[in-house]
């Protein structure tokens, strides 16, 4: 009896902090997709054209990243939740100047600044949940990433109802703004979890970090990621230019993808629990590769489109938490460890999209389908070499 007293409040805290990470990026899934959607709104807002306004998203990443690198090291030396909530206030903070300026050079620094919090928010939601459920965190680690793309999901409908009911893009931002108040003021009244190279739930400790397993992780999240979003942002161009429907019909294809990927990330709680990382990791890499395919087999047919945009983002849905879930398997994660391993998923959000942009002129749009294919499958190489890493760990 006292022993299940005593582990009563354990659970019951570890419960709470993971809330308080789900609401976090809950509302950061919902600040992330806010942007896309009202890219207009801001063009005429600075009277840029819409080639001016797109280095929004470029100031963002390049602020990402500063915030992956650095963050990583914040969250080592200072108290986890002050951190992430402090983050939070200031993602809120600028989300609710972005519809207030004026300026292109001004809104491209807010830009740069909105990078740094999300950066340094996405390494401590991950890191944070790692250091509370240790090798057991894979369940709670997909349940993170789904409760992202749910936000991400939501935010393009409560953009859509902002606008019809005020006529412009301000109080979008300014409702995204207060949603990301309660999960900061909820973790400011949580405890942060200790930095601890133990596992939570066993108590052994786990394995130093090994920086060829490091790198190797790092490598497989700049492959899915760049895929993911290499199909997120071509899939739509892909359709229209490719002859297979009318602009809604692509945007249907498009919708379709990001369904299934939320989908598929709910769907990889369960079986996180069920399989090895590197079980699901080769599972999501298959069946990438056979959605594309699929599509690359019959291009002109929209079915087969839509089915393979499904299959796709079933597949590569869960890649990113399993990634972090291999790491935490076979090495203790700090927050360095970590904002590597968001440093390796930015530079891959950045590289694939930009190398499939410069050759779909001369290609043609089935660049980006090949582009994706490669992409994949260098994925399954790295994930060998790092199925060795890791074994050599044990």
Known sequence: ?????????????????????????LAF????????PTIGGLAANTHSSLSAITYFMTASALGYLLGSIQGGRLYDRVAGHKLLATMLLMLGAMLALVPL??????????????????????????????????????PFMNGLHFFYGLGAFISPLIVAQAIGLSGGITWAYWVMALLVLPPALWLLHVPSPANSAADS????????????????????????????MCFGNWAYT?????????????????????GALTAGRLLGVPLSARLLPQQMLLGDILGCLFGIGLILAW?????????????????????????????????AITGRIQGWFCVGASLGSMALPWI???????????????GILVDVALALGVLAAATRAAQARK
């Open 29 to 36: 899934g919902l600040a992330g997709a806010v942007v896309g």
């Open 356 to 370: 499939v942009g410069q050759l779909f002129e001369v290609v043609g749009p089935s660049i980006t389908l090949w």
């Open 201 to 228: 739930e066993s108590g052994e400790p786990v394995a130093p970090a090994n920086n060829r397993l490091v790198a190797l992780v790092a490598a497989l999240l700049f492959l899915f990621v760049g895929a993911e």
């Open 101 to 138: 300026i004026r300026s292109l050079w001004l809104l491209l620094l807010v830009a740069a600044v909105l990078g740094v919090t999300e950066g340094v928010t996405d390494v401590g939601g991950n890191a944070l949940l790692v250091w509370v459920h240790g090798r057991g965190v894979g």
């Open 238 to 258: 892909y359709a229209v230019r490719s002859g297979m429907g009318s602009a809604t019909i692509a945007a249907y294809f498009t919708a379709a993808f990001w």
């Open 299 to 331: 291009p002109q047919s929209e079915l087969i489109f839509a089915v393979g945009a499904v299959i796709f983002g079933l597949s590569i849905a869960s890649a990113f938490a399993t990634c972090v879930n291999l790491g935490a398997r076979y090495m």
């Open 1 to 25: 009896m006292d022993t299940t007293l005593q582990k009563q409040p354990a659970a019951s805290d570890r419960m709470a902090k993971t809330a308080g990470y789900y609401s976090a990026f």
